[in-house]
């Protein structure tokens, strides 16, 4: 389907009919997943132990208190803390500004709920609100995403993103119209990619880890691994918040639904599954395992390219994408703490797997548009993609 602008853009994801698939199976995935987290069988292809109702899932409280904490996250990221950095050249040459606090913003945000809970905040209920906060931040996603078509709508051609303005409404409200949603200097997307929903993780996170140990008196071991893993992940990139500027969401992607259902409710909902199971499957972890789980761990620290030069030395030198590779030695290290009784706690490897997969696909083709000749011989040399004589 020919663009506004006059060019061809290939569709991505199967196109309207994958986007309508795609907008319907993920939040049903997510719920699936709260639930059967919880049940007693925790069978990650079995069906969930009920279907909830909606009185399960819609609470003016729960609304409220999910619009409190994005005002919270949004008051944070205006505060006046930390560097401003410039993005990538525009399509008119211009390059937005964009503040770098988000590590201010874990920080003092670990300060507040430190003194909420002091002051007698009930931190540990929050696992029982899981449902219809995540249908909260599910209905924020939708709604959002209406309103963002919508601006874009009215956006000048040279504001819209590669391949979000195809004109099917159903694939551009997907991918998303728009590159730079703002108003003023408040960027939505930037806003939305690493704040609410990382920063939400943790703090469920946290949450199952007190109820845990309300429950049994201490939290696991395994739950404390799971918790230490996943804040070191999201400490570490609010920290090297800049980077983020030069990724495929922020330079290439429109900011629609699947971005906004992404970082707001699939995050911090999915994200911390591994957790959630532990809460209601607890697994017995020895030291010495625990251990050789924390080296597994560190294996994902592998050095990225900061250049624009195609590197051929190195983890470079073995595949294309060794920071994807990292990814899953790292998605694999979260997982174990759970044991291997359960495939539901892998949930999150498969799906990361897939998804890396897919990315690394489109790279391949942003990088051969890029770079051309260069690019071809750079696969000569460095066949493998991720994984070192397998993919």
């Not at 931040?137 to 956006?155: D, E, H, M, P």
């Not at 906004?260 to 010495?288: E, N």
């Not at 260069?374 to 066949?383: D, G």
């Amino acid at each position: 389907m020919a663009s506004p602008q006059g060019s061809r853009a290939p569709l991505e994801f199967g196109g309207p009919l994958g986007a309508a698939v795609l907008m319907l199976l993920l939040p049903a995935t997510m719920f699936h997943l709260l639930l059967v987290a919880r049940s007693g069988p925790a069978r990650l292809l079995g069906p969930p132990p009920y279907l909830p109702g909606p009185e399960v899932l819609w609470s003016p409280q729960m609304l409220l208190l999910w619009f409190t904490w994005l005002g919270l996250q949004a008051a944070l990221y205006l505060l006046p803390a930390g560097k401003v950095a410039e993005g990538q050249e525009l399509k008119d040459k211009s390059r937005l500004r964009y503040p770098i606090n988000g590590f201010q913003a874990l920080v003092l945000t670990a300060l507040l709920v430190g003194l909420a809970v002091s002051a007698g905040l009930p931190l540990g209920a929050l696992p029982e609100m899981l449902l219809p906060l995540a249908f909260a931040a599910t209905l924020t996603a939708f709604i959002f995403s209406l309103l963002l078509y919508l601006k874009a709508l009215v956006a000048p051609a040279s504001a819209l993103a590669p391949g979000g303005n195809s004109g099917n409404p159903i694939y551009d409200f997907f991918l998303g119209r728009e590159l730079n949603p703002r108003i003023w200097s408040f960027d939505f997307k930037y806003f939305c990619e690493l704040r609410p929903g990382l920063i939400g993780w943790v703090l469920i996170n946290l949450a199952l880890l007190m109820q845990e140990a309300e429950l049994r008196g201490s939290p696991s071991l395994a739950m404390w691994l799971v918790n230490g893993f996943q804040l070191l992940y999201v400490g570490d990139a609010l920290w090297h918040e800049e980077a983020v500027l030069t990724t495929m969401d922020i330079t290439h992607d429109g900011f629609g639904f699947m971005l906004a259902f992404g970082d707001l409710a699939w995050v911090p909902f999915t994200y911390s599954l591994q957790a959630q199971f532990l809460l209601h499957h607890p697994q017995p972890l020895g030291l010495p395992m625990a251990s050789v789980i924390c080296v597994i761990n560190g294996l994902e620290t592998i050095p990225t390219a900061t250049g624009r030069q195609l590197l051929v030395s190195g983890w470079w030198g073995m595949v294309r994408h060794p920071n994807y590779l990292g990814d899953l030695i790292m998605a694999l290290a979260w997982s174990l703490p759970c044991g291997v009784s359960h495939l539901l706690p892998y949930f999150y490897l498969l799906y990361f797997t897939a998804l890396l997969v897919h990315r690394e696909a489109r790279d391949e083709q942003q990088c051969l548009r890029k770079y051309g000749l260069a690019w071809h011989e750079y696969c000569r040399r460095v066949p493998y993609r991720i994984l070192p004589y397998v993919y």
